[in-house]
């Protein structure tokens, strides 16, 4: 493996915004600092003077494979996912079969390893084929992932959330809940995670009063993480079917609010791609992976958050939840880095998605901030053509 050494760059992360080099080396961060002596086993980068940032993590995506690989495969969504920054990618359970058992993680895990592209963690549903009524085997699941959820789905069965909740605790894994309706599901939890413990994640949220109730349960002391897409703080008040909703102005603007003042600790894509026919006959989600950062900072921008703060929503902070080696542009930690120009305005075009899902009701949207190279262990798996 080729030395590579990114020269003439800003650096950001959410703990540092300075200018230099970067040097990796066997697929690591070497050094951080003005370099001039190099070996000729070096590839080096002229950064132009873009930004150079930790690449993105994704706490919430949707692949599609097994089961659904007419909407997106795990060859297509890692594809998309580099061409936005992305080089870890938490896949939902919700797949056909559901990944509830060692066979079917297995075939998501073994087929990631060949296709040799982002790092996938493959989320194992809390419930039996998602019907929230039997907990799935735990202890045999905890060998591929410490990520549970039904997400798609929401577990009514008050029962089966605080014994999900209770084991976590016990078994150190985290919960991620799917809250629909949001407000409800989300108060029942954070009253369940008082009252027993665990470790409690709270997907996609996307009201004013759930962010009310965020604050309320954190300035208590009481310990999850939460958090929003990239559309949720993107638009308003627009009639697309997503789920949760495209909501008003006022529960954007506490979302915004919510993310500045440090009550929203991730920015998770919720990629949900569907076929064209799926779509229209009523199936929610969208298809944002390849301009979810895009999107983010555009809005990011307009309200003065700094790209520190974004960094740590997009990065940092999913490294610190997932235990990741990543996150920072640091000495020691893992070569995972997206290139970004922050001044290059384009166009949303949905039909140059590597996504097989093309279901995104911004095209033709003008958005800011271009990807330009994404490296996953010291290796290019995507440059902006």
């Known amino acids: 493996m080729k030395n590579i050494l990114i020269k003439n760059v800003n650096i950001v992360d959410a703990k540092k915004n300075i200018c230099g080099d970067v040097l990796i080396k066997d697929g690591k961060i070497y050094s951080i600092k003005n370099i001039e002596n190099i070996d000729e086993n070096t590839k080096i980068i002229d950064g132009k003077g ?14 599609r494979d097994p089961g659904y690989t007419q909407k997106e495969d795990l060859e297509t969504g890692q594809k998309a996912a580099l061409k936005g920054g992305y080089t870890t990618l938490c896949a939902m359970a919700n797949t056909d079969p559901v ?17 040799d592209l982002c790092n996938i963690i493959q989320i194992c549903a809390v419930t039996k084929n998602l019907e929230g009524k039997e ?15 039904d997400d798609g789905k929401t577990i009514f069965d008050e029962d089966i959330m605080k014994k999900a909740l209770a084991f976590s605790k016990d078994l150190d894994f985290k919960v991620l809940t799917h809250c ?13 995670l008082e009252e027993v413990g665990g470790n409690l994640h709270i997907c996609h949220i996307s009201l004013k009063k759930t962010v009310e109730r965020i604050k309320e ?28 909703s495209f909501r008003k102005k006022e ?24 076929t064209k026919e799926d779509k229209e006959n009523g199936s929610p989600g969208i298809s944002l992976i390849e301009a979810a950062f895009s999107m983010v900072y555009k809005v990011f921008e307009e309200n003065n958050i700094s790209l520190n703060k974004l960094s740590q929503l997009m990065s940092y902070n999913p490294a610190q939840i997932l235990n990741l080696n990543e996150g920072l542009i640091q000495e020691g930690y893992e070569a995972n880095l997206v290139l970004v120009d922050l001044q290059e305005e384009y166009k949303i075009e949905t039909k140059k998605f590597i996504s097989k899902g093309k279901n995104n009701p911004f095209d033709e949207e003008l958005v800011k901030g271009k990807v330009k190279l994404t490296i996953k262990n010291g290796k290019i798996l995507h440059k902006d053509q």
């Not at 873009?50 to 692949?63: C, E, Q, R, Y």
């Not at 990944?99 to 296709?115: F, S």
């Not at 300035?219 to 949760?244: A, M, Q, R, W």
């Not at 003042?261 to 949900?272: F, P, S």
């Open 217 to 244: 349960a954190k300035n208590k002391g009481l310990k999850f993480t939460c958090e929003v897409t990239p559309h949720h703080i993107f638009k308003s008040d627009i009639e697309y079917k997503v789920n949760p």
């Open 50 to 63: 873009f930004t150079l940032l930790p690449s993105f993590i994704d706490m919430h995506t949707h692949l």
């Open 135 to 149: 907990i799935v085997n735990i202890d045999e699941m905890l060998s591929y992932t410490k990520l549970f959820s």
């Open 180 to 192: 629909q309706p949001e407000f409800k599901i989300v108060d029942r939890d954070l009253s369940l």
């Open 251 to 274: 529960d954007v603007s506490a979302l915004i609010e919510g993310i500045k003042e440090g009550y929203i600790d991730v920015i998770g894509t919720d990629h949900a791609p569907h």
């Open 99 to 115: 990944c509830d058992n060692k066979e079917t993680i297995e075939y998501v895990l073994n087929k990631a390893k060949e296709l």
